[in-house]
């Protein structure tokens, strides 16, 4: 029981020596901006990714999804009296993953740049608490874009 009690006691007291040195150093993690994504061309990058009709048009996706506002009226929101502020990791997160095919039953493994690599994703964050791990944006896209969220806001 006892060393149970200290080992307990040691590893509090690396998270709070973690934790204190994690507050001293802020975090310098920056986004990463690209402009092209996968299917570029498809999805509408020689017309500057244009926002429009039909919605579900591949060339429209990319300006639809990051400028909704454009193509109906809606309402704006005042921005906050006090803002919070996000902290950035060190570091990127190394995250893979493993998916597999329905028909083969055959899995692999890949990774978060992998997956952007094959999926046309505007963009791409991954936050715990109060801190952005990976920021990545293709098409073009910054962390200035106005996206289209859907259900991701209602966590």
Known sequence: MQ?????????????????????????????????????????????????????????????????????????TVAAAEKTSSLLRAQTEISVSYTFGD??????STAT???????NPTTGLLIAHDQTILYEHYQYGRTDHDRFLSQSMAKP
């Open 102 to 107: 329905t028909y083969t039953f055959a899995s």
């Open 3 to 75: 060393l149970a009690q200290h080992g307990t006691a040691a590893v509090s007291s690396l998270i709070f020596q973690a934790c204190l040195a994690h507050a001293q150093e802020p975090p310098k993690a920056e986004p990463i901006f690209s402009n092209p994504g996968p299917d570029a061309d498809e999805h509408g990058q020689q017309l500057g990714y244009p926002v429009g009709w039909p919605l579900d048009k591949p060339q429209n996706m990319v300006g639809n999804y990051s400028h909704a506002d454009q193509l109906t009226p809606t309402r």
């Open 112 to 118: 978060l740049a992998e997956y952007l690599a094959r």
